[in-house]
C-alpha cells in the first residue's frame, strides 16, 4: 500500500494529541474527574487499537500471508494436505521409482499453488504474463512426464504411467473448456493405468492396490476443487 504523506501527518498529529492527553492525565489519587477521564481516554485507545485491526484486515489482499486468505488457495490447499498426501506416504512406502516420480510430482503441486497465489493477489493478467508464470509448473508436469518415458523398463511402469496421465491434469488452469472436465478427463486416463496396478497387485501386495484407489481418489478430490472455485474458467483475484 502507498502511503500518502498528508496521511502520515494526520496520524503523527493524532499520536502527539494522544500523547499529550496521556501526560495530562496524571491527576491525584480520589478525583474524579480525573479517573473518569483516564476511563474515558483507554476506552479511546481501545477503540482506535480496534478499529486499525478492522482496517488491517481489509487492506490484506488474497495473495497476503502466502495466499492463505485466499478461498481458492486455502481449497487447494486442502487437495494438497488431504488426500493427496496420504497418496504421497504411499509413494514413499512403496519406494523405487514410485517413490521418485513422486518427489517430481510433489514439486508440481506445489508449483501450482504458488501460481495460485499469485492469481489470487490481482485481476486477469495478458496471456503472455501468464504464460511466464505457468511455465513452472508446466516444466514440472514435463519432468514427471519424463521420467515415466525413461523408465519404460521398470517393474512399476504402470503406476509411473498412471502418475504421468494424472498429473496432467494441473494444466487445467489454461485448458480450453469447463476446467473440471478437463480434470476428470486426464483421471480417466490415469484409472487406465491404475486398473492394471489393481489387478496385478490387488492380491498380492495390497498396498499398491491401496496406492491406485489413492491416486485417483487425489485426482478426484482436484476435480471437486476446481469444480467449486473455477468452475468456468481460471477465477482470479479470489
Not at 112 to 135: A, C, H, N, Y
Not at 144 to 155: D, L, W
Request: one cysteine or more.
Amino acid at each position: 500500500m502507498t502511503s500518502n504523506p498528508k496521511t502520515l501527518a494526520r496520524l503523527d498529529a493524532v499520536f502527539h494529541r494522544l500523547e499529550a492527553v496521556n501526560s495530562k492525565l496524571g491527576g491525584k489519587p480520589g478525583n474524579t474527574r480525573v479517573t473518569s477521564s483516564k476511563s474515558e481516554f483507554e476506552k479511546l485507545v481501545q477503540q482506535l487499537e480496534s478499529a486499525t485491526v478492522r482496517i488491517e484486515s481489509r487492506l490484506k489482499t488474497p495473495g497476503d500471508a502466502n495466499g492463505d486468505g485466499s478461498p481458492s488457495v486455502q481449497g487447494f490447499d486442502q487437495v494438497l494436505n488431504d488426500k493427496l498426501a496420504k497418496f504421497f506416504q504411499l509413494c514413499y512406502e512403496i519406494g523405487g521409482d514410485v517413490k521418485d516420480q513422486a518427489a517430481l510430482m510433489k514439486e508440481a503441486f506445489t508449483a501450482q499453488r504458488e501460481f495460485l497465489v499469485w492469481v489470487s493477489g490481482r485481476g486477469r493478467q495478458p496471456q503472455d504474463v501468464m504464460s511466464t508464470k505457468l511455465k513452472s509448473t508446466s516444466d514440472k508436469i514435463s519432468e514427471v512426464q519424463a521420467f515415466c518415458n525413461s523408465h519404460r523398463g521398470s517393474k512399476q511402469f504402470n503406476h509411473l504411467s498412471g502418475v504421468s496421465e494424472g498429473v496432467a491434469a494441473l494444466a487445467w488452469v489454461a485448458a480450453p473448456g469447463k476446467p473440471s472436465s478437463f480434470v476428470k478427463e486426464k483421471c480417466d486416463a490415469a484409472q487406465f493405468y491404475t486398473n492394471r496396478v489393481l489387478k496385478d497387485f490387488k492380491d498380492k501386495e495390497p498396498k499398491h492396490a491401496e496406492w491406485a484407489r489413492g491416486l485417483i481418489g487425489a485426482l478426484k478430490q482436484l476435480e471437486e476443487y476446481v469444480r467449486d472455485h473455477h468452475s468456468v474458467t481460471l477465477s482470479w483475484g479470489m
